[in-house]
T-cell receptor, first 111, second 116 residues
Framework: DAKTTQPTSMDCAEGRAANLPCNHS???????VYWYRQIHSQGPQYIIH???NNETNEMASLIITEDRKSSTLILPHATLRDTAVYYC????????????FGQGTTLQVKP | EAEVAQSPRYKITEKSQAVAFWCDPI?????LYWYRQILGQGPELLVQ????????DSQLPKDRFSAERLKGVDSTLKIQPAELGDSAMYLC??????????????FGPGTRLTVL
């Protein structure tokens, strides 16, 4: 599975959009980009995933660059409850499904 | 909404004692995972089941850790004997089937283990 690089931490003002970047320059054609988040002392929570096209759901939007070497998770209107560690994970379509977590980005949403 | 259940939520034990954690996946989920998360790090896979069979246990310390899913539903992870370095959060996750690539994993709340 391709390695991902994320900033260690980010701040965001409440009500503003939070844009979390992820680099995955060694991604291969059959690898998906997944985003999970983990609120303090809870299990990770699935947010969104994509292959090539941009994706949107009720939680967030995922923007993947045309060369697929990086992506951005967008939380359109961050709230204090969005304070969490956000993990960007790249995994093969033929994978057994296991997720390889890195250190993630700690997002602090401030009032 | 269906959830992955885990118990206990917290466990404190002394070094060299045996501990066990239980996980009940979402109904109908054939694939079950156990992860370990050391404080400040991301979760790391310990073992994966497809129904009652182990698919991947390459990262499971087999000298002291064991896992079973006898009827292909709920699962137990055991540590015997516990060591100080085993202090961590133990997370269980499930998904419909690992072969369905666009399926997602759902995680339980975890068991926080402290070994004294």
């Amino acid at each position: 599975d391709a390695k991902t690089t994320q900033p260690t931490s980010m701040d965001c003002a409440e009500g503003r959009a939070a844009n979390l970047p992820c680099n995955h320059s060694t991604i291969s054609g059959n690898e998906y980009v997944y985003w999970y988040r983990q609120i303090h002392s809870q299990g990770p929570q699935y947010i969104i995933h994509g292959l090539k096209n941009n994706e949107t759901n009720e939680m967030a939007s995922l923007i993947i660059t045309e060369d697929r070497k990086s992506s951005t998770l967008i939380l359109p209107h961050a709230t204090l409850r969005d304070t969490a560690v956000y993990y960007c994970i790249v995994t093969k379509s033929s994978n057994t499904g296991k997720l390889i977590f890195g250190q993630g980005t700690t997002l602090q949403v401030k009032p | 909404e269906a959830e992955v259940a885990q118990s206990p939520r917290y466990k404190i034990t002394e070094k060299s004692q045996a501990v066990a954690f239980w996980c009940d996946p979402i109904s109908g989920h054939a694939t079950l995972y156990w992860y370990r998360q050391i404080l400040g790090q991301g979760p790391e896979l310990l073992v994966q089941f497809q129904d009652e069979s182990v698919v991947d246990d390459s990262q499971l310390p087999k000298d002291r850790f064991s896992a079973e899913r006898l009827k292909g539903v709920d699962s137990t992870l055991k540590i015997q004997p516990a060591e100080l370095g085993d202090s961590a959060m133990y997370l269980c996750a499930s998904r419909t089937h690992w072969g369905k690539v666009t399926d997602t994993q759902y995680f339980g709340p975890g068991t926080r283990l402290t070994v004294l």
